[in-house]
């Protein structure tokens, strides 16, 4: 038993002499990770250990902060140029309305023979917001209107199984367009006439696309009862939309400032009045003819 013992003691001394681990290929680096039981990195250990070394890292700050400045200024010069040219104020007055003036506006522009006072009204010599004034120009109306006008020219087409994605498209642009050019034109007749008044680039927008409403009345009376229909539809709202047009531009536009200026220039006012509102029917008329058939 001794000699099995001293055996067993000189074995165990003898194992103890291992030869020594070789050294490592690679250099560990994960030291960084959380491990689970198994050896492995933890879910989302990467992506951690990721930020961590990014928010840590000065040029990573630098370069974020200088990007979150460029960003900034980009903005405030956007802001700038859109105030240079938009001014928001003076777009938001124009969508200053209720239901109440929508309803009464639009029985307006369908039969405005009966309306008496069409001055636009001040507040300290500051014009009442549509809501509060019935011959205030919106541009609410105008900008539904042409919604509605290309929803409704859409079906006319799929009636008449000419429908199409560019069709649409070019029936949309072609009715922008037009009042873009009709609101130019005014714009230099203005210029030309040397007319003194309020009258901006927001009113003439206004008051050229109120046509969208005869358009969608005389669309609509074409689809429902022909041609015969349609163009009965087009002469009563192209004769109604005519009137409007004369007496909003001659009376709350032209009318107080001109009217102690020189023969000459009333006559080329009373033109570019007349005019405006003469174009009207030859625009609805050829942005709604072939819709109808």
């Given at each position: 038993m001794a000699y099995h013992s001293g055996y067993g003691a000189h074995g165990s001394k003898h194992r103890t002499r291992a030869a020594p681990d070789p050294p490592p290929l690679f250099d560990d680096t994960s030291g960084g990770y959380p491990l689970q039981p198994g050896g492995y990195p933890a879910p989302g250990a990467d992506v951690a250990f990721n930020v961590n070394h990014l928010l840590g890292d000065p040029v990573a700050n630098v370069a974020m902060a200088y990007g979150s400045s460029i960003a900034s200024h980009g903005k405030d010069i956007v802001h700038k140029e859109l105030h240079r040219f938009v001014s928001v104020n003076k777009l938001k007055y124009f969508f200053a309305v209720d239901t109440a003036y929508v309803a009464k506006k639009l029985g307006l522009l369908v039969f405005p023979y009966t309306h008496q006072n069409w001055e636009v009204q001040y507040s300290r010599d500051v014009p009442l917001p549509p809501r509060q004034d019935l011959n205030a120009p919106d541009l609410y109306i105008p900008t539904m209107a042409f919604i509605t006008y290309v929803l409704l020219a859409g079906m006319a087409l799929g009636i008449q199984k000419r429908f199409s994605p560019e069709v649409l498209g070019l029936c949309a642009s072609t009715a922008l367009?037009?009042?873009?050019?009709?609101?130019?034109?005014?714009?230099?007749?203005?210029?030309?006439?040397?007319?003194?008044?309020?009258?901006?680039?927001?009113?003439?927008?206004?008051?050229?696309?109120?046509?969208?409403?005869?358009?969608?009345?005389?669309?609509?009376?074409?689809?429902?009862?022909?041609?015969?229909?349609?163009?009965?539809?087009?002469?009563?709202?192209?004769?109604?939309?005519?009137?409007?047009?004369?007496?909003?531009?001659?009376?709350?536009?032209?009318?107080?400032?001109?009217?102690?200026?020189?023969?000459?220039?009333q006559r080329l006012q009373l033109y570019l009045t007349l005019g405006a509102a003469a174009f009207q029917p030859l625009i609805i008329y050829w942005l709604t003819f072939h819709l109808v058939r």
């Open positions: 367009v037009w009042v873009v050019l009709e609101v130019l034109a005014l714009l230099l007749g203005v210029y030309l006439a040397t007319v003194r008044s309020d009258l901006s680039t927001f009113h003439l927008l206004a008051y050229s696309g109120y046509k969208y409403v005869g358009m969608i009345l005389s669309v609509l009376t074409g689809l429902l009862f022909g041609s015969d229909g349609y163009y009965v539809a087009l002469a009563w709202t192209s004769s109604a939309l005519m009137y409007f047009i004369a007496r909003s531009l001659r009376t709350a536009a032209l009318g107080p400032d001109s009217m102690g200026a020189p023969a000459p220039r």
